[in-house]
Structures are given as structure tokens and as C-alpha cells.
């Protein structure tokens, strides 16, 4: 059973025990009569292969409350695309599958560049954008619920808990990050875990406690790829199609939403996904690429802020982070001996050491160009821009599904 402390300036929802499934769909049920849910699916071709989405398949047929389904299909081509639509044709809810890199979606990003918005190159962040606008454009659904399609331990449950906050009328928030514990006979998460977190809490003893990281640190797993929110933060959020599109996520609904409507929800008791590889030798991938997408949207964050992210900050943030990542270190051993799990001390240093690099190369990229954003623009401007483009949308998703 989980613990019920609050942390952090966002409310927290634990998951205690078991739960009844039937009251929560029930209450869902009724809920979407007001508020209809759809449930936003990225996904690339590969995943339909591996075993995890058979699981999730199951389970998401038998969910009563969806008023639709869209999968958004990166890295894609005509052979996969059409087996793609036959795959996910045996959900019995209305589903759309969106080929993010299809001749209808290519024309329109050309469109886009040609009025000066650019969507950047394929990615998770532009496949979700593309699910936004494409929801947006039916103008029917009131709120928006995402998760990855690798989850090893796919639930009712896990979907369920994850919509509830933001379709219930009664508790009423606008965005719900989801969270879990990544643990099996060794503790998973490391970019969160060694990575995020000690970066967070070293830059709050540099700066002080600035609102901004108070709140990325009142998250308890910052990383997770699972949330719901309204439409309407689907309409006026940016999201960059890098690495770093959760930390971005929730720094874009931190200025956009009051605090009391933005909360986190345990999902289940542990969670496992693929894993990337460290890649410490190439910034351009693994998880090299990752930590160094995140640190610098967390240096962006802070310079909108109004936080001066300077030479002299740069510099002492690596030694800050060196040692409370250490100290972090500590803990998670001492916390898996207790709890007779693996923990491999050596590799986890050695891990700290290359998010090292990692930071001198995001804060290298940052001063070299702070202006630079991968933030796709919103939907709010692209329709400033280019009025009938959602309608444009909706239909190119509309003949490419037919």
C-alpha cells in the first residue's frame, strides 16, 4: 500500500490497494457523457511487433468510457501504415491511425513551412501535436489522455486512474502526470532517478528556490510519458519534438494553468518499458541525446523565467550535480540492499559521470544559441496563420483512413 503524503505545491492522488474497477469505469462512463475522452496513442511501426501491445490491445477494447482512439504513427511507410490500420481496425471504438510521414501529412507541413511554422522532423513530439489538432479539429472531445505503446504491465486500471482526475466533474483538474514506481529485481529510471532530479534539486541550491523548479520537482517521476489534460491546454501548449518534450510538457502547463488544477496520479504498483542505451560515447543518441535534450529545456525554462543561465552558473552546477547525484547514489544502493534488489554501484557512477558531459554539452548548445526552440508552434497560431487548417487536417486523416 502506498503512503498519502502530499508533496510539492501539486495535489497528489496514491493508489491504495486494490481497486474496484467496475465503480471507477462506471463513474468514467457517466463522466464522458459531459466530458467524451479520447485517448491519444503514439506509436512506431516496431511496437506493433513486440509483445506489449497485444496486452494493451486487450485491455483497451474492453474500456467503456472512450469516445475515440488515435494513433499517431511515426517512422512509418505505405506497407506499414496500411498494416498498421489493419492492426488496430478490432478496437470497437471509433479509431483513427495518423501516418505522420504520409504523402496528406507531408503536403501540410509543407503548407506550414510556407507560412513560416516549422514542425521540425519526425518525432514523438510532432506525432502528438498531429493527434491534437486532429481531435481539436472534430471539436468533440473534451479531454485528452496519452500514454506510450510499450507498457510491459498494461491495465483497465492504469488507463482508467489516469483519466479519472480531468473527466471527473467533481474534482475538476485541467492536467494529470502520471506516476509509478520502475522497479523489478533492480531499480529502473535512471535518467529520472540520477539524472532529473539531482539536476533540479542542484540548481534550487545555486538559485535559490525559484517557483519554476520548486514545482518540476514536485513531480514524483517527471519523465513519465502518461497524462491526461482538457483540450483546451492541447490548444494553446507548445511541445518540442526532442528529448526533452516532458520536462517542456509540464513547464508549458505551469504557465498555463493554475497549480490547484494540476495534479499526479499513481497508476499502478510497478511499471516497466524498453530500456535505451546509455550511448555515452555519441551525444546524438541513447540516452546521451536524452539528457542532453533535457537539460537544455530546463536551461530554456529558466532563462523565460527570468533566471541569468551564465558561464559561472554553468560551471558550478557541474560540480553541484556531480555531488548530489553521488549522494543520490548512496541512497538508492543503501534503499536496494534493504530491499534485496540488484544494484550495480559501478555503473550507476559511471552513469552520473557521463550526465556530466552531458550538462557542459546542453549548456555549451544553450549559450552558443538561446534562442533557438525546438517548440512546435500551437494550435491557437497555426489557425491564426492559416484559418482552415484543421479542417485541412481532419480530412487528410480522414481519405488516408478510408
Same mark, same amino acid.
Given at each position: ?12 492522488? *496514491? ?10 469505469? %462506471? ?26 501491445? !497485444? ?5 483497451? =477494447?474492453?474500456?467503456?468510457?472512450? #469516445? ?10 505505405? !506497407? +506499414? ?17 495518423? @501516418? ?8 501540410? +507541413? ?12 519526425? %518525432? =514523438?513530439?510532432?506525432?502528438? @501535436? ?36 480531468? /473527466? %471527473?466533474? #467533481?474534482?475538476?483538474? /485541467? ?12 531499480? +529502473? ?43 483546451? &491546454? ?8 526532442? @528529448? ?14 493554475? +497549480? ?14 524498453? *530500456? ?19 537539460? =537544455?529545456?530546463?536551461?530554456?525554462? &529558466?532563462?523565460?523565467?527570468? /533566471? ?6 554553468? =560551471? ?56 533557438? %526552440?525546438? &517548440?512546435?508552434?500551437? @494550435? ?23
Amino acid at each position: 500500500m502506498a503512503d498519502f503524503y502530499q508533496t510539492g505545491v501539486i495535489a497528489t492522488f *496514491h493508489r491504495f490497494g486494490n481497486i474496484d474497477l467496475k465503480r471507477m469505469e %462506471s463513474e468514467l462512463t457517466e463522466f464522458s457523457r459531459h466530458r467524451p475522452i479520447a485517448l491519444v496513442l503514439p506509436s512506431t511501426y516496431a511496437e506493433l511487433e513486440a509483445p506489449p501491445i !497485444k496486452q494493451i490491445m486487450k485491455e483497451i =477494447k474492453e474500456v467503456p468510457y472512450l #469516445n475515440e482512439i488515435v494513433v499517431t504513427m511515426g517512422r512509418t511507410n505505405q !506497407k +506499414h501504415f496500411t498494416k498498421a490500420k489493419e492492426f488496430f481496425s478490432s478496437f470497437p471504438q471509433r479509431t483513427r491511425v495518423i @501516418w505522420n510521414t504520409g504523402p496528406g501529412l507531408e503536403e501540410l +507541413h509543407k503548407l506550414l513551412e510556407e507560412n513560416g511554422l516549422y514542425v521540425g522532423e519526425d %518525432s =514523438k513530439g510532432r506525432s502528438c @501535436w498531429t493527434a491534437y489538432g486532429y481531435i481539436l479539429s472534430q471539436e468533440e472531445s473534451k479531454v485528452i489522455a496519452l500514454h506510450d505503446c510499450d507498457i510491459v504491465n498494461y491495465s483497465r486500471e492504469f488507463l482508467g486512474r489516469l483519466c479519472y482526475p480531468v /473527466a %471527473s466533474p #467533481n474534482i475538476d483538474y /485541467a492536467f494529470c502526470k502520471g506516476y509509478y514506481a520502475r522497479v523489478t529485481d533492480r531499480m +529502473h529510471g535512471r535518467v529520472a532517478r540520477i539524472f532529473v532530479t539531482p539536476i533540479i534539486r542542484s540548481l534550487e541550491k545555486i538559485l535559490g528556490p525559484l517557483p519554476l523548479l520548486n514545482y518540476l520537482d514536485s513531480f514524483r517521476y517527471p519523465l513519465a510519458g502518461e497524462f491526461s489534460m482538457i483540450t483546451d &491546454l492541447a490548444r494553446i501548449n507548445r511541445i518540442p519534438g526532442d @528529448w526533452g518534450i516532458e520536462v517542456e510538457t509540464l513547464s508549458e502547463v505551469y504557465r498555463n494553468c493554475s +497549480h490547484m488544477r494540476i495534479c499526479q496520479v499513481e497508476l499502478c504498483e510497478t511499471y516497466e518499458h524498453k *530500456h535505451q542505451p546509455l550511448s555515452a560515447d555519441n551525444p546524438k543518441t541513447g540516452l546521451m541525446k536524452m539528457s542532453i535534450d533535457i537539460a =537544455k529545456a530546463i536551461f530554456r525554462n &529558466l532563462a523565460i523565467e527570468g /533566471a541569468t543561465v551564465s558561464d559561472s552558473l554553468l =560551471k558550478t552546477l557541474i560540480v553541484t550535480y556531480l555531488r548530489t547525484a553521488q549522494d543520490a547514489i548512496k541512497r538508492y544502493n543503501d534503499d536496494a540492499a534493504l530491499n534485496g534488489l540488484f544494484f550495480d554501484r559501478h555503473q550507476e557512477t559511471k552513469l552520473v559521470e557521463a550526465f556530466t558531459k552531458a550538462i557542459q554539452i546542453a549548456g555549451e548548445e544553450f549559450q552558443e544559441d538561446p534562442r533557438y %526552440s525546438p &517548440l512546435i508552434p500551437n @494550435w491557437n497560431r497555426v489557425t491564426s496563420a492559416i484559418p482552415d487548417f484543421l479542417k485541412q487536417l481532419y480530412d487528410a486523416v480522414e481519405k488516408e483512413n478510408s
